[in-house]
């Protein structure tokens, strides 16, 4: 499929939605092939259930292979034995523009983490930054457009925002995250426009009850145009999605967001990777955007 693919569509009131593109995009992952629940760090996440590793690595292998089929690049680290979480790959970094800002993770399970991630950015070209506070990567901080949205409230602390400003120098947008169910910003909130021109306000789409009050007032204010998304797609990780632009990538039972996403114009492609959910993981948090370097 051409990245530069466009489509329009009609929305319920009868409008044209704008033609959207897409973009070529290079993304890291790991292959869950340690893939285990044997403790719990989020609510999701139940010992007692029983997982199946091979499905959990078929269903992320379908991840993957669209990826590909899409026209993207896949990049790859190593899976490590003892860190079953490694395969959400999304909480071991934040990149732009060839700088990578390291991890430090919250919960000691996931800490020997961080120094593969590291490692495996500066034998790749990137600018890599260690962390002096708690963050947990791209699970927390998302690119909108020239912005740099970052949650709050049960993972990365509020230093790291201010961490973050100075590493990349771009305006930090705090927000508070108030549901245990969606622990890191990308369960609650996607970017559904990855490049965005001078000027223009990224598209996003969130769950608002998802947010403390203050942060609600703050995603009405700068994007008004949002997609509002309904609990019922947001608890199956519907939020938890991948977008190049025109292509949202997202869970097969968020069937109210399918709808939302059409009528704007994007072409929403789903992926059933409900055994990595017993994890507390989804789409977005098996891919960590890759910008600039190689």
């Given at each position: 499929?051409?990245?530069?693919?466009?489509?329009?569509?009609?929305?319920?009131?009868?409008?044209?939605?704008?033609?959207?593109?897409?973009?070529?995009?290079?993304?890291?992952?790991?292959?869950?092939?340690?893939?285990?629940?044997?403790?719990?760090?989020?609510?999701?996440?139940?010992?007692?259930?029983?997982?199946?590793?091979?499905?959990?690595?078929a269903q992320w292998q379908k991840l993957y292979?669209?990826?590909?089929?899409?026209?993207?690049?896949?990049?790859?680290?190593?899976?490590?034995?003892?860190?079953?979480?490694?395969?959400?790959?999304?909480?071991?970094?934040?990149?732009?523009?060839?700088?990578?800002?390291?991890p430090s993770f919250y919960y000691e399970q996931?800490?020997?983490?961080?120094?593969?991630?590291?490692?495996?950015?500066?034998?790749?070209?990137?600018?890599?930054?260690?962390?002096?506070?708690?963050?947990?990567?791209?699970?927390?901080?998302?690119?909108?457009?020239?912005?740099?949205?970052?949650?709050?409230?049960?993972?990365?602390?509020?230093?790291?925002?201010?961490?973050?400003?100075?590493?990349?120098?771009?305006?930090?947008?705090?927000?508070?995250?108030?549901?245990?169910?969606?622990?890191?910003?990308?369960?609650?909130?996607?970017?559904?426009?990855?490049?965005?021109?001078?000027?223009?306000?990224?598209?996003?789409?969130?769950?608002?009850?998802?947010?403390?009050?203050?942060?609600?007032?703050?995603?009405?204010?700068?994007?008004?145009?949002?997609?509002?998304?309904?609990?019922?797609?947001?608890?199956?990780?519907?939020?938890?999605?991948?977008?190049?632009?025109?292509?949202?990538?997202?869970?097969?039972?968020?069937?109210?967001?399918?709808?939302?996403?059409?009528?704007?114009?994007?072409?929403?492609?789903?992926?059933?990777?409900?055994?990595?959910?017993?994890?507390?993981?989804?789409?977005?948090?098996?891919?960590?955007?890759?910008?600039?370097?190689?």
């Amino acid at each position: 499929m051409s990245t530069s693919e466009t489509a329009t569509a009609s929305s319920q009131s009868g409008e044209v939605a704008p033609a959207r593109t897409a973009h070529h995009r290079r993304y890291l992952m790991c292959k869950p092939s340690y893939f285990t629940v044997n403790y719990s760090i989020n609510p999701w996440m139940e010992p007692a259930n029983p997982t199946d590793t091979a499905n959990a690595v078929a269903q992320w292998q379908k991840l993957y292979d669209l990826y590909l089929e899409l026209g993207h690049e896949v990049e790859l680290i190593e899976p490590l034995a003892d860190y079953p979480d490694m395969v959400y790959t999304a909480n071991g970094g934040f990149v732009i523009d060839g700088r990578a800002y390291v991890p430090s993770f919250y919960y000691e399970q996931r800490r020997g983490e961080a120094p593969a991630f590291a490692d495996w950015f500066r034998a790749n070209g990137f600018d890599t930054v260690m962390p002096k506070e708690i963050n947990e990567g791209e699970g927390d901080f998302l690119l909108a457009g020239s912005v740099i949205l970052a949650g709050t409230g049960f993972r990365s602390a509020g230093d790291s925002h201010r961490e973050v400003s100075e590493v990349f120098g771009r305006e930090v947008i705090t927000l508070t995250l108030v549901d245990p169910r969606f622990y890191h910003l990308d369960t609650a909130l996607t970017i559904l426009d990855p490049v965005v021109e001078p000027g223009q306000t990224a598209g996003i789409a969130y769950l608002p009850h998802a947010f403390d009050e203050a942060s609600q007032r703050i995603l009405a204010e700068r994007f008004p145009d949002a997609i509002l998304v309904a609990d019922e797609d947001g608890a199956v990780f519907g939020l938890n999605s991948a977008s190049d632009g025109y292509n949202v990538i997202i869970s097969p039972r968020a069937t109210g967001f399918e709808k939302q996403l059409r009528e704007r114009g994007y072409n929403p492609l789903t992926v059933d990777l409900s055994e990595l959910l017993l994890g507390g993981g989804g789409i977005k948090c098996c891919t960590l955007e890759l910008r600039g370097a190689r």
